[in-house]
């Protein structure tokens, strides 16, 4: 029996045009001015500290690449969520949520069944997208929050140390993404998996063995 869901947000609860086309692009134009502008921040400090261990170098440009890379490290992850909460304050960026998960949340919301958030993105990042959506702040639809400090999200310990964080068993737990490689991590971990296919974003895979739907309007907990 499902006690929990856990949800990606990229390309699930959100499209994945909003985080490429509209986040990663503002984090890239405004990362050199935010850095400059925080000499003495201890948190931004932090980051490129630990950028520069990552790799050695300039943290700016290494953090750049990154952002064109689509790297899922934990700094920039970190970084981003600084720059971005700037953008939703001002009004510049609002959280997309695709509208059948607004509803579907709610309705599990309404039902008592937990539901968690398991992104790349920082947990400060996932907090203020759903903050900031065209229906106002929504973290009151999420029982809590787990980014890549975890561990990887391609990774199926992770998933087990989720499940020991929560409580339950992996069985237990329904896990919800758009990528493959995070549908079958989850699966190896024992938890019950949905993998999304939005239309116009990602296709169905042939011969995937696990469930594959268009949105949450299909997601049972049978
Ligand atoms: C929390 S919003 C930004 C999402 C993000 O930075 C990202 O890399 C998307 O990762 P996800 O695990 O949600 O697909
Ligand atoms: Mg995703």
């Known amino acids: 029996m499902i006690k929990a869901i856990l949800t990606d947000i990229e390309g699930t609860t959100s499209s994945l045009s909003f985080v490429k086309e509209v986040l990663f692009p503002y984090s890239k134009k405004k990362l050199r001015d935010?850095?400059?502008?925080?000499?003495?921040?201890?948190?931004?400090?932090?980051i490129l500290r630990e950028v520069q261990e990552i790799e050695p170098g300039n943290p700016i440009e290494t953090l750049?690449?990154?952002?064109?890379?689509?790297r899922k490290v934990a700094p920039l992850k970190e970084l981003q969520g600084?720059?971005?909460?700037?953008?939703?304050?001002?009004?510049?960026?609002?959280?997309?949520?695709?509208?059948?998960a607004?509803?579907?949340?709610?309705?599990?919301?309404?039902?008592?069944?937990?539901?968690?958030?398991?992104?790349?993105?920082s947990v400060k990042a996932q907090e203020l997208l759903f903050g900031h959506t065209e229906h106002g702040d929504l973290n009151y639809l999420f029982c809590g929050y787990f980014d890549t400090r975890i561990g990887n999200k391609k990774d199926p310990e992770s998933y087990k140390r989720i499940a020991k964080e929560?409580?339950?068993?992996?069985?237990?737990?329904?896990?919800?993404?758009?990528?493959?490689?995070?549908?079958?991590?989850?699966?190896?971990?024992?938890?019950?998996?949905?993998?999304?296919?939005?239309?116009?974003?990602?296709e169905p895979i042939k011969d995937f063995p696990y469930p594959q739907v268009r949105s949450f309007y299909e997601v049972t907990l049978d």
């Open 34 to 46: 935010f850095v400059r502008k925080h000499p003495d921040d201890p948190e931004v400090q932090r």
């Open 102 to 121: 607004y509803e579907k949340l709610k309705e599990w919301h309404e039902r008592g069944i937990p539901v968690y958030v398991y992104s790349s993105g």
């Open 64 to 70: 750049l690449r990154w952002i064109e890379e689509d």
């Open 82 to 100: 600084l720059i971005w909460e700037e953008g939703y304050r001002s009004g510049e960026l609002k959280g997309h949520i695709y509208e059948d």
């Open 166 to 202: 929560l409580g339950l068993k992996p069985e237990e737990i329904l896990f919800l993404s758009d990528n493959p490689e995070e549908i079958e991590a989850a699966a190896k971990a024992g938890m019950k998996v949905v993998r999304f296919a939005r239309e116009g974003e990602n």
